[in-house]
């Protein structure tokens, strides 16, 4: 395995064609990403989605489906990421929860809005991982397997 390469996942909530995104301060620039990170040890993909969306945006969520498995390489760092980005539905929303340190606040945005912000996304991951959603694709979530 490459030194470099990073296993994140991501999640798409979308309500009345809006989508949950985060801003957030990375390098002293302001992006903005879906509910997303790294793979922690011990944990499975869909509890690593669970936990970053809950972390980030105070909402917790329900993976439903898979959307895609994205593979992109930073220019200027060099690192690879493959991203396993999911589908679902939000629940309860938790108000006074205290966002992960980096996260300035959770926002929903529709696909125009995204699309104007283009250089302001985090990585081309975030319209990837839209774009894909909007065109339909849905792949079940057996189609990972988690073995002990």
Known sequence: MQENLHVTVAAIIEENKRFLLVEESIQGQVVYNQPAGHLEED??????????TLEETAWH?????????YQWTQPESRQTFMRICFAG???????????DTDIIQAVWLNLQELEAMADRLR???VLACIDDYLQGQRYPLELIKHVI
């Open 61 to 69: 969520f329900v993976p439903q489906t898979i959307t895609g498995i």
């Open 43 to 52: 944990e499975t993909l869909v509890e690593a989605v669970i936990r970053e």
């Open 123 to 125: 990585s081309p991951l």
């Open 89 to 99: 539905q939000h629940q309860q929303h938790d108000k006074g929860r205290k966002l």
